[in-house]
């Protein structure tokens, strides 16, 4: 009985949430206790389907809460808003009834959250829409049906030597990091030209360190006026990298997090307190650059990165079982110096399959993210060695906090 009442509450909270929203609206002829009829509506053809055994009586509920509507905005004079959002909206409030019925009151929950947000932020989202430019939005598309369409047809079998080439598993890998980039991608366009220091660091970051890296050193050189900022955004943009690890690692190999955790957070403490006093006030008082970059989730971009990682997933494998732990460690600082995310996705993956303990994949990855760090402190001092003395402190700070974890866990 508790149980029952207790989905009867989630529907009714569905309801007022989504009604609440289109309240709001003076050309909705729904509102706050119409969609709560509703999404109890729903729950209650549900139930009573269920105690009748009758198939029918959901459909025609749905069938009724659409027609009614519709016939609402029809009796009005032909008017600027034809209501369809709100007959659709009303339709899906329905539905989460019916689905909070079923006992899957969370999932409901979460979706009538969703569909609020997506009701309250209209401006916001179509204001973004027209700002993506086309090949933005066929950039989106390309990742849609890389997700949708390509990976479900792929084989999910490993062929090649080592038995470490797995189609599926590698376009996985593709969209994952292109999924993450392109979230940063989105955020930045929305964030709009220009940035405070703190969060054009973190995008730039996690779209691409060492592009963040490489502008505030040209811009540097050009500008001494911009050293000061780019002694900020600089270390905070490499500081983010070892979150994006983190949070690769708790996707792919979760069993390996605790132990990678004390590495990335020694890591992570000791570049902040070197990064904590060039970011005193300046992010009140100065605007940032955003770093150009281009979107990730392009089919192309994502066709190279696949082909990298199963190049250096091969190649793991290979000098693994060639050399031991040492062959990967050669691999994880050669290929870092390019990029950390297809050795850290093959330390990873080799874990996953017990074919590599925790100890040397926790290696692998910070022995590519320190090759990958001394590599942008060469790019530094190629181009303003000026900026690149200001970041000895932080860069060292990153790298000795990572060995201190390292040795720690060793150790313990």
């Known amino acids: 009985m508790n149980e029952v009442w207790l989905r009867f509450a989630a529907s009714l909270g569905i309801g007022l949430l989504i009604g609440l929203e289109r309240e709001r609206n003076p050309a909705a002829k729904a509102g706050v206790r119409t969609f709560a009829l509703v999404a109890l509506f729903g729950t209650l053809a549900v139930i009573v389907g269920e105690e009748t055994q009758s198939a029918w009586i959901v459909p025609v509920g749905l069938a009724a809460v659409g027609a009614m509507l519709i016939a609402a905005y029809a009796r009005e004079p032909a008017q600027e808003d034809p209501g369809t959002t709100t007959v659709v909206a009303a339709v899906v409030c329905y539905l989460l009834g019916a689905l909070a019925a079923l006992g899957d009151t969370a999932l409901a929950g979460a979706l009538g959250i969703g569909v609020a947000a997506l009701l309250y932020f209209k401006p916001e989202i179509e204001g973004f829409s027209l700002a993506l430019k086309r090949h933005e939005q066929v950039s989106v598309l390309q990742f849609l049906v890389a997700t949708l369409i390509v990976l479900p047809i792929l084989p999910n ?21 292109s ?14 030209e220009r940035h405070g220091v703190i969060l054009t660091g973190i995008l730039g970051g996690l779209i691409s360190s060492t592009a963040t890296t490489l502008l505030y050193a040209r811009r540097s050189r050009e500008s001494p006026g911009m050293e000061r900022l780019a002694s900020a955004v600089v270390p905070v943009a490499n500081l983010v990298p070892l979150a994006r690890i983190a949070l690769i690692a708790a996707i792919l190999a979760p069993a390996i997090l605790p132990s990678l955790a004390i590495v990335l957070g020694f890591a992570l403490v000791g570049g902040l307190v070197f990064t904590f006093v060039p970011l005193q006030n300046l992010d009140r008082v100065m605007a940032a650059p955003a770093p150009e970059s281009r979107n990730p989730a392009e089919l192309g971009t994502a066709i190279k990165f696949g082909a990298l990682y ?16 040492r062959g990967l460690y050669a691999a994880a600082a050669a290929s870092g110096l390019a990029d950390v995310d297809p050795i850290v996705l093959s330390a990873l993956n080799l874990f996953g399959a017990a074919r590599l303990e925790a100890r040397p994949a926790i290696t692998a990855i910070a022995l590519a993210y320190g090759a990958n760090l001394a590599f942008k402190f060469g790019v530094l001092l190629w181009f303003d060695r000026r900026l690149a003395r200001r970041m000895v402190g932080p860069f060292l700070a990153m790298l000795g906090g990572g060995a201190a974890g390292w040795l720690y866990l060793a150790t313990s």
């Open 157 to 177: 079998q490993t062929f090649g030597p080592y038995e470490v080439l797995n189609p599926h598993h590698i376009w996985l890998m593709v969209v994952l990091v």
């Open 179 to 192: 999924g993450i980039g392109l979230a940063s991608y989105v955020a930045l366009r929305a964030a709009g």
């Open 310 to 325: 199963a190049l250096i997933l091969l190649a793991s494998a290979w000098l693994s079982d060639l050399a031991g732990s």
